[in-house]
């Protein structure tokens, strides 16, 4: 069973900054999954943020959140984080990580996901 586990969300102003957690835990293959950020605003269908592969070496991110938002991971303690800088009220969201196979390419619809943690951005 693979539980993922998000942590750090929360209010903040616009222009603010807030760093998303996702520990992993579960079956081996967690130690080796790519894994990445996912989140769904209200009335909005779940939109890719951020993927990384298990080395580190690959990050992804969508255009909305190239130079702001920044994917890192600690595979020692099986976490990876979301460095949210210079956030906008339209970052507002519910964000979920996710992990995968480490594959060469973003998973559509990753297999294993956390709960989601809201993070909501004030004008």
């Known amino acids: 069973q693979v539980q993922l586990v998000e942590s750090g969300g929360g209010l903040v102003q616009a222009g603010g900054s807030l760093r998303l957690s996702c520990a992993a835990s579960?079956?081996?293959?967690?130690?080796?999954?790519?894994m990445g950020w996912f989140r769904q605003a209200p009335g909005k269908e779940r939109e890719f943020v951020a993927w990384i592969s298990w080395s580190g070496g690959s990050k992804y991110y969508a255009d909305s959140v190239k130079g702001r938002f920044t994917i890192s991971r600690d595979n020692a303690k099986n976490t990876v984080y979301l460095q949210m800088n210079s956030l906008k009220p339209e970052d507002t969201a519910v964000y979920y990580c996710?992990?995968?196979?480490?594959?060469?390419?973003?998973?559509?619809?990753?297999?294993?996901w956390g709960q989601g943690t809201q993070v909501t951005v004030s004008s």
């Open positions: 996710a992990a995968d196979r480490d594959l060469p390419q973003i998973p559509s619809s990753p297999n294993y």
């Open positions: 579960g079956r081996t293959f967690i130690s080796y999954a790519a």
